[in-house]
């Protein structure tokens, strides 16, 4: 009976597995047709925040580069732009790598540092409606931390809004810049789905689910004390719902711009109390004791105050325990600690005793201790607890060296009235870009014929050509001088050529010449063909170990030169890497670049890709070149995952993901790549931001660096390279030589100064033999 009974069990079986089998090959198959009629992938979107004195401006980037409007608010909408900012819109092209792209969005902000001399609106509001303010702000995940005291800082920015039965807040699809605050009243969401039946009601008579004929389906409402729309903060996303008062309200509206202002006063604050701090602290002991302040200069008190953490303590936790090796200096920042001294300590034998006996001082607000651990790994000589719930502020002896160099040295150039010592190798202490030169461009459009169009954007194309007299192949870049005045782009082209022009890597996509005629400024740029990173990942699904750690060492040399010229990059990821015709890798794309100046350390715009965004950048603290290596582990991330380490159901949701800087690492990865991952994912202050510990960290041990970097090893990607090119040599057709200069192009007046490149123009990159790594100094440029 068994036997019988298990007969048709087993047929059933058979046929189960049969109809699994047939879907499994449709599914094949249909993944086979769509790779063939797409087949590059699509891309992901920057995001970005525009200055007061621009709009942002977007573009759509396919096999040509392409432009696209954005559009404006409708006049019953209350979200409207502000009229502080520009309308106009402002377009741009990526600097090259885009040859292979199909259908990919880009949402470039481009723009200037504006915020810095921006200065927030003051409205005046009672006490009860600031606290309804900071109880919503606080409710949003970039704002959670700050302290209780910069409450009025916050909230002085936000304008009142009355609204009326019906009145539309924000409408969906279009671009905001306000965030909101419900004070009075109650307003409703609405999302625009029209597979509904119209429920025949009034608005406020709507039940959940239920579809409103004009805005859509009702999904929620807002009462008095919440907030809405903090997306708008960050950047001039589409508006995803629509929101409808449902009777007379009261509305607090921030806008993106006064946001920054106020957080960035907030930050400056902060700074400036650190600064206070520093400069009482004393250093050394004896004859030999001196104050920080008379040590050192405002900037470097200034730079030395952004590298402190804090750190909070519950009242009795213990901060420094006698006995421990030294590593951190200590500044009380609130609160108040003791000082206890165990005289019979035996570190052999037992731990510390901490009684009320042994206390043999206490250290108010603004105090300090801990000072020898900037000096040397000593042990500690007493033990610290805290008296009342304390905060502090630790400053480690390796970011004190990194920017200033040895205590010592400090103190003796001090007492000498010298300038501190600098270590040479500190990426901001160098001139940021070279001077221009004198003498112009020999080349000009006489010396080229333009071959076929690779690339279109709003300011010109991108054009394959060759070079008369010798048969090489470039790619030249072309703006079109009239279109970049008419939108005020001239400052950024011109910067985009100093900082192509400033780098000579043979990892970075090299400018060779830069020159103009009446009407168009030409880049001629080394023309690539290998592919991008990006879209040899999607046909791999992730790299193994030693091609990622191959593509990260040549990677890092890259974003190395960049910080020697004070340069942040600010927008690694694999689709700015691209692979030359021998395998090895080239960064490109410098359109998000910032140049560090003089005393500068940090910028404050907002700008990058969403899923490579770094937690400061969001949080509007000022970042600087440390937001390149959290990118650079976001890429190892995904290089070795074939996926990013953070992600959300919508924008805010990944944000908030990578605020709480938590990946789940796959069990595929080694226990040494997590640990170098896990390094770079951390807060600005205890990330690894040295390319030195990137390379001598074990993830990179038995890595020869050398023969990477000069290009002697052998690439495991040439092969995918050389594939990839062939493909596109094959879809390429005739193509008929003609002259690079347009005669029917409009004309300008005007004729920027522009950079000459450091590269030799008779130096062709065919893969040749080239020198070590260690002769791209920055001093040989």
């Known amino acids: 009976m068994g036997a019988g009974a298990s007969a048709p069990r087993d047929e059933e079986l058979r046929q189960l597995r049969q109809e699994r089998d047939e879907l499994r090959n449709e599914l094949a198959a249909t993944r086979r047709k769509l790779d063939e009629a797409t087949p590059h992938p699509p891309k992901r979107a920057r995001s970005g925040l525009i200055s007061p004195t621009r709009a942002h401006r977007s573009s759509v980037t396919r096999f040509e580069l392409g432009g696209a409007t954005t559009r404006s608010s409708p006049s019953n909408s209350i979200d409207r732009p502000s009229p502080k900012k520009l309308d106009s819109s402002l377009h741009g092209e990526r600097v090259f790598g ?12 481009r723009f200037s540092d504006d915020v810095a001399a921006y200065e927030a609106q003051n409205i005046p509001k009672e006490d009860r409606v600031r606290d309804v303010l900071w109880h919503a702000i606080t409710s949003v995940a970039l704002f959670r931390g700050l302290d209780e005291a910069h409450k009025r800082i916050l909230t002085d920015p936000f304008d009142v809004v009355h609204c009326e039965a019906g009145d539309v807040v924000v409408r969906e699809g279009d671009a905001g810049d306000r965030y909101y605050v419900v004070e009075k009243g109650e307003v409703r969401v609405f999302h625009h789905k029209n597979e509904r039946e119209p429920a025949l009601k009034q608005l406020c008579d709507l039940d959940l689910g239920e579809t409103s004929a004009e805005y859509g389906v009702y999904t929620k409402s807002i009462a008095a004390g919440a907030g809405f729309g903090e997306l708008a903060l960050l950047h001039a996303s589409p508006r995803n719902a629509t929101v409808v008062c449902c009777g007379p309200c009261v509305l607090w509206a921030l806008d993106r711009l006064d946001c920054k202002a106020a957080l960035r006063r907030v930050h400056d604050g902060v700074i400036q109390k650190r600064v206070a701090f520093l400069r009482e602290a004393t250093l050394g002991g004896g004859d030999s004791t001196i104050s920080l302040g008379s040590a050192l200069k405002a900037t470097d008190l200034a730079r030395l105050a952004a590298e402190m953490a804090t750190e909070t303590f519950a009242k009795g936790e213990v901060i420094v325990r006698q006995g421990d090796t030294a590593s951190q200096f200590f500044v009380v920042e609130s609160g108040r600690v003791d000082v206890h001294v165990d005289q019979s300590f035996d570190p052999s034998q037992r731990a510390p005793r901490i009684t009320d006996k042994n206390r043999t001082k206490s250290i108010n607000e603004g105090g300090h201790f801990g000072e020898l651990a900037l000096l040397s790994s000593e042990l500690r000589t007493a033990s610290v607890r805290a008296s009342t719930h ?36 500190s990426s901001l202490d160098k001139s940021s870009l070279e001077s221009f030169a004198e003498e112009e461009c020999p080349l000009s459009t006489d010396d080229f014929d333009a071959l076929e169009v690779v690339g279109t954007g709003h300011f010109g194309v991108v054009k394959r050509v060759l070079e008369k007299g010798t048969g090489r192949i470039f790619a030249c870049k072309l703006q079109d001088k009239a279109r970049v005045t008419d939108e005020a782009m001239e400052a950024y082209v011109v910067g985009e050529c100093e900082v192509l022009a400033s780098l000579d890597s043979p990892f970075i996509i090299s400018l060779r010449a830069c020159f103009q005629d009446k009407s168009h400024i030409y880049l001629i740029l080394d023309l690539v063909e290998g592919g991008e990173i990006y879209e040899h990942l999607l046909r791999r699904v992730s790299f193994d170990e030693e091609s990622l750690k191959f593509i990260l060492a040549q990677s890092a040399r890259a974003l190395e030169h960049t910080h020697q010229k004070s340069i942040i990059y600010r927008d690694m990821k694999p689709e700015n890497l691209v692979l030359d015709a021998s395998g090895n890798v080239k960064l490109v794309d410098f359109g998000l670049a910032k140049v560090l100046r003089g005393s500068e350390t940090k910028t404050w715009t907002m700008c990058g890709t969403s899923q490579y965004l770094a937690p ?15 990118c650079f582990g976001v890429l190892c991330f995904e290089l070795g995952n074939g996926r990013v380490p953070f992600s959300g159901a919508d924008d805010m949701a990944l944000y908030e993901s990578i605020l709480r800087m938590r990946p789940r690492y796959p069990r595929s990865f080694s226990s040494e790549l997590v640990g170098f991952i896990s390094k770079l994912l951390k807060p600005t202050t205890k990330r690894l931001y040295e390319w030195t510990e990137v390379r001598e960290d074990p ?27 062939r493909r596109i040599v094959q879809k390429r057709g005739d193509v008929v030589e003609a002259p690079l200069a347009d005669s029917d192009a409009q004309k300008s007046d005007w004729a920027p100064r522009l950079p000459l490149a450091k590269r030799p123009w008779d130096e062709y990159d065919d893969g040749g033999s080239r020198p070590t790594f260690d002769s791209w100094g920055s001093d040989d440029i």
């Open 390 to 425: 304390t905060k502090v502020l630790t400053l480690s002896r390796h970011d004190f060296e990194r920017h200033l160099g040895h205590l010592e040295d400090v103190i003796e150039t001090a007492h000498t009235n010298q300038s501190p010592s600098r270590r040479q190798s």
């Open 98 to 109: 885009a040859a292979s792209r199909i259908g990919r969005v880009v949402d470039v902000r």
């Open 699 to 725: 993830f990179f041990g038995g890595v020869d660096f050398a023969s990477i970097h000069d290009r002697t090893a052998k690439s495991p990607l040439q092969q995918a390279a050389v594939e990839r090119r």
């Open 616 to 630: 400061e950048v969001l949080r509007s603290e000022g970042h600087g070149t440390s937001v390149d290596f959290w």
